[in-house]
């Protein structure tokens, strides 16, 4: 397969998943995802060595980071070709979320919370354990306005965050070990973890950090989870990584099957139980049932975990890539946006199974309007699609943050 574009330095959908925002050596790209078909170019700008664009939904808010000003945030509206405001910070940005009510800015050791509609700093939570990699995830959902953050560096505690009220909510044990992936589901009800190891994908209530569904990856081999997304509905869940497998969970499945262990039958009254089949499978369910009563914990944990409803065989396995499911064209579909500049787009069977590939593009890295770093007029469209799930953006580039403290960023006047 080709080898991944060096041009690519950040991969996202927005919000609602009605775009993906691409940055580049050269500037960055915003891509309408209404049909199967063709992507339309929505806008592009020749700002270089953008590393992290992130989109307001489907509105023209923009926030941007550049590779020459790590430390830089830049807001602006694209449509208008104007820039709203500026604000530094003393380390690298790592990462920035939005929804409608709040904007936050992540660091290594520190998040900033912003009012959306004027962008003043409602909160700043100091002292984080370190996040080099900028793991977080804030609900897309104003009604349930919750940031979640790494609450350790050697084991998977989540922290959460209520975003809207500015108050500490709860903490959830969710791994043994640190922390690679958090998403909530649109209706920020529910928070999906996974760790570094990446064999277990758990989902919790955000309410009261009950563990409520467990799904297992794989269990010969760990991976490197890329990202993790619900699809708008809340039915499905998606999780890609280094393998060559993307792995589609089904949440109704997971809850049917129960992930905490049911009472226990005594083994005399399990072989009681009529097995009208007489399988292999028959045979090898009862003696799981008859042995979870003295099995080590994690084993029966594991007898316990719901398996994948379907998989799609990525392209290029090891090249690092975004994952969401949404509808497009009135169908349920799987979106692959990949680091080697390509996006696939996949069916979801209703039966699962393996997902069939219905559409490859080609992600043109190059932004050759321009040159001068400044915002040239927009090319918009006027589609605006439902809501549907956050996910988490990727990039390539290695920060290095400084070691000092982080003081209140400061805000500059925009230079239009």
């Given amino acids: 397969m080709q080898q991944p574009s060096l041009d690519i330095n950040f991969i996202n959908f927005n919000q609602d998943c009605?775009?993906?925002?691409?940055?580049?050596?050269t500037g960055y790209k915003l891509f309408s995802l209404n049909s199967v078909d063709k992507l339309d170019l929505i806008y592009e700008s020749a700002c270089r060595d953008v590393?992290?664009?992130?989109?307001?939904?489907?509105?023209?808010?923009?926030?941007?980071?550049?590779?020459?000003?790590?430390?830089?945030?830049?807001?602006?509206?694209?449509?208008?070709?104007?820039?709203?405001?500026?604000?530094?910070?003393?380390?690298?940005?790592?990462?920035?979320?939005?929804n409608r009510a709040r904007l936050v800015v992540c660091l290594e050791e520190s998040l900033y919370i912003h009012n959306i509609r004027d962008m003043k700093v409602l909160h700043t939570?100091?002292?984080?354990?370190?996040?080099?990699?900028?793991?977080?995830?804030?609900?897309?959902?104003?009604?349930?306005?919750?940031?979640?953050?790494?609450?350790?560096?050697?084991t998977g505690e989540v922290q959460l965050f209520d975003a809207?009220?500015?108050?500490?909510?709860?903490?959830?044990?969710a791994h043994d070990a640190p922390l690679a992936a958090i998403a909530?589901?649109?209706?920020?009800?529910?928070?999906?973890?996974?760790?570094?190891?990446?064999?277990?994908?758990?989902?919790?209530?955000v309410q009261d950090g009950t563990r409520l569904i467990e799904f297992r990856r794989g269990v010969k081999r760990c991976a490197h989870v890329y990202s993790l997304a619900f699809s708008q509905d809340s039915e499905y869940l998606a999780l890609s990584s280094n393998t060559e497998t993307i792995h589609?969970?089904?949440?109704?499945?997971?809850?049917?099957?129960?992930?905490?262990?049911?009472?226990?039958?005594?083994?005399?009254?399990?072989?009681?139980?009529?097995?009208?089949?007489?399988?292999?499978?028959?045979?090898?369910?009862?003696?799981?049932?008859?042995?979870?009563?003295?099995?080590?914990?994690?084993?029966t944990d594991t007898l316990n975990q719901s398996r994948a409803f379907a998989t799609v065989t990525v392209p290029s396995a090891g090249i690092p890539n975004i994952v969401t499911i949404a509808t497009l064209s009135r169908q349920t579909r799987l979106m692959l946006a990949s680091a080697d500049g390509y996006f696939y787009i996949?069916?979801?069977?209703?039966?699962?199974?393996?997902?069939?590939?219905?559409?490859?593009?080609?992600?043109?890295?190059?932004?050759?309007?321009?040159?001068?770093?400044?915002?040239?007029?927009?090319?918009?469209?006027?589609?605006?699609?439902p809501d549907s799930p956050a996910v988490i953006p990727i990039t390539q580039e290695e920060h290095s943050p400084c070691q000092d403290e982080s003081p209140p960023p400061t805000v500059q006047n925009p230079e239009i």
């Avoid at 009605?18 to 050596?25: D, F």
């Avoid at 790590?70 to 790592?94: A, D, M, W």
Wanted: glycine residues 8%; aromatic residues 8%; contains cysteine.
């Fill in 346 to 385: 996949y069916n979801i069977p209703e039966i699962g199974g393996d997902c069939v590939m219905v559409k490859q593009h080609r992600l043109d890295p190059d932004c050759s309007e321009g040159g001068n770093g400044d915002i040239p007029g927009p090319t918009t469209t006027n589609y605006t699609p």
């Fill in 248 to 299: 589609i969970f089904k949440l109704d499945q997971g809850e049917a099957g129960g992930t905490v262990p049911a009472p226990v039958e005594p083994p005399k009254q399990v072989a009681q139980q009529d097995d009208s089949a007489g399988s292999w499978m028959g045979y090898l369910s009862k003696a799981v049932t008859a042995s979870a009563s003295y099995l080590p914990a994690q084993v």
């Fill in 184 to 205: 909530f589901n649109p209706s920020g009800s529910k928070l999906a973890t996974a760790s570094e190891r990446g064999t277990v994908i758990r989902l919790f209530s």
């Fill in 51 to 98: 590393t992290i664009v992130e989109r307001l939904f489907s509105s023209s808010l923009l926030a941007l980071v550049s590779l020459s000003s790590p430390r830089r945030l830049r807001v602006c509206h694209f449509k208008k070709g104007t820039e709203i405001c500026q604000y530094s910070y003393s380390n690298t940005i790592l990462a920035v979320k939005l």
């Fill in 125 to 154: 939570i100091r002292d984080t354990p370190p996040n080099p990699k900028g793991l977080c995830a804030l609900s897309i959902n104003s009604d349930n306005c919750f940031l979640a953050y790494p609450g350790s560096t050697t």
């Fill in 164 to 173: 809207f009220n500015l108050q500490a909510k709860l903490m959830i044990p």
């Fill in 18 to 25: 009605s775009s993906l925002a691409i940055g580049t050596k």
